[in-house]
Antibody, heavy 119, light 107 residues
Framework: QVQLVQSGAEVKKPGASVKVSCKAS????????ISWVRQAPGQGLEWMGW????????NPAQNFQGRVTMTTDTSTRTAYMELKSLRSDDTAIYYC????????????WGQGTLVTVSS | DIQMTQSPSSLSASVGDRVTITCRAS??????LNWYQQKPGKAPNLLIY???SLQSGVPSRFSGSGSGTDFTLIISSLQPEDFASYYC?????????FGQGTKVEIK
């Protein structure tokens, strides 16, 4: 069965960086993309960007350009999202989601990674 | 960016009720509209894609309709496991944007 398993919770200080991993199984990794979505405590969902696992294409959201780096490692079937220059309002649960050919339909999700930014 | 507006923000309903949630896009998005259910402490779950297509494994009491700017999610007979938050999301263009959510609570 399709599974996306994310790395564990992180606590970071303002100004630091965090890198979240998302390991895929149960499907051909290189035929789909991965989107990253975050959810601040008690808030709604915010799309951060998409990366292809089958080409060099990626599309970070304007709100995060310059701060977010999305990568994939096809040898380990893992996607990564690194967010730099963390602020307190980056405290959120970060989700990876399988994105069907970058079409924006998120049919499988990771369990989420809580990133807490606090001094 | 395309703004997605859901209504209501919350509702109280009883088991067996018919529940309707609406979603309006700030510009036309054809049928590029998805619906997700999210339970507390869990990741969202895709219910409906392309406005009206039921995702595999989702009960048939869920249905979606609409095109252009106005969309509807209907739960025909609310079940105990349906008490959750529901989000619409446009897949017409990037950035992908979500509605603010509708929380369905027990009356």
């Amino acid at each position: 069965q399709v599974q996306l398993v994310q790395s564990g919770a992180e606590v970071k200080k303002p100004g630091a960086s965090v890198k979240v991993s998302c390991k895929a199984s149960g499907y051909t990794f290189t035929t789909f993309g991965i989107s990253w979505v975050r959810q601040a405590p008690g808030q709604g969902l915010e799309w951060m960007g998409w990366i292809s696992a089958y080409s060099d294409n990626k599309n970070p959201a304007q709100n995060f350009q310059g701060r977010v780096t999305m990568t994939t490692d096809t040898s380990t079937r893992t996607a990564y999202m690194e967010l730099k220059s963390l602020r307190s309002d980056d405290t959120a649960i970060y989700y990876c989601a399988r994105d069907v050919k970058g079409m924006g339909n998120f049919d499988y999700w990771g369990q989420g990674t809580l990133v807490t930014v606090s001094s | 960016d395309i703004q997605m507006t859901q209504s209501p923000s919350s509702l109280s309903a009883s088991v067996g009720d018919r529940v309707t949630i609406t979603c309006r896009a700030s510009q036309g998005i054809s049928s590029h509209l998805n619906w997700y259910q999210q339970k507390p402490g869990k990741a969202p779950n895709l219910l409906i894609y392309a406005a009206s297509s039921l995702q595999s494994g989702v009960p048939s009491r869920f249905s979606g309709s609409g095109s252009g700017t106005d969309f509807t999610l209907i739960i025909s007979s609310l079940q105990p496991e349906d008490f959750a938050s529901y989000y619409c999301q446009q897949s017409y263009t990037t950035p992908r944007t979500f509605g603010q959510g509708t929380k369905v609570e027990i009356k």
